[in-house]
């Protein structure tokens, strides 16, 4: 079935530690794939995404996030998480018929 | 500031009462969208609209409706059918020429009982 996963529902970093967020997706294309963050009871902020070329992308907030074609992954990573990064993440998919798809979401608590 | 407005930020309601959820951009945008979030379960798509007076059902679309009769605003009614209504409520948009990045307004938290 086609779907997107990010397999860590919860994930705690230290504060200026490097962070890995894991996305993986089954669908025939390659798709458009993004990463989106969400703070507690607010919409979802884009943070980068990935459509064709170079297959490490730079997104805001000093995140990047590199497309693996043959492990169909598009992980998110950030080299020194900071403690305003704590949020929800969500890795996203666009397919061909003007729809896009979204994982379960990991969130991120940041200790000091 | 161009942006998504979504009102109210949150909602309470009686079980039985429609209600309806207000969604409304400047960004000129073409398409618009209504998903529903729970936790533990990302955002599943309820309704979505490419064009004025056009719009089709998402995965989840029984117990609601909606309407697009201008660009800028796509509300949605949350009808007395919907069995599980307490949720949040994202809506967005995009620009159909552009490559399916889509935009998000703050969202509404529904609670009803």
């Known amino acids: ?112 | 500031d161009g942006g998504i407005t979504q009102s109210p930020k949150y909602l309470f309601r009686k079980e039985g009462q429609n209600v309806t959820l207000s969604c409304e951009q400047n960004l000129n945008h073409d398409a618009m969208y209504w998903y529903r979030q729970d936790p533990g379960q990302g955002l599943r798509l309820i309704y979505y609209s490419q064009i004025v007076n056009d719009f089709q059902k998402g995965d989840i679309a029984e117990g609601y409706s909606v309407s697009r009769e201008k660009k800028e605003s796509f509300p949605l009614t949350v009808t007395s059918a919907q069995k599980n209504p307490t949720a949040f409520y994202l809506c967005a948009s995009r620009y159909t020429a552009d490559t399916y990045e889509q935009y998000f307004g703050p969202g509404t938290r529904l609670t009803v009982t």
């Open chain 1, 1 to 112: 079935a086609q779907s997107v996963t990010q397999p860590d529902i919860h994930i705690t970093v230290s504060e200026g530690a490097s962070l890995e967020l894991r996305c993986n997706y089954s669908y025939g294309a390659t798709p458009y794939l993004f990463w989106y963050v969400q703070s507690p009871g607010q919409g979802l902020q884009l943070l980068l995404k990935y459509f064709s070329g170079d297959t490490l992308v730079q997104g805001i907030k000093g995140f990047e996030a590199e497309f693996k074609r043959s492990q169909s992954s598009f992980n998110l990573r950030k080299p020194s998480v900071h403690w305003s990064d704590a949020a929800e993440y969500f890795c996203a998919v666009g397919l061909n018929n003007n729809d896009m798809r979204f994982g379960a979401g990991t969130r991120l608590t940041v200790k000091p």
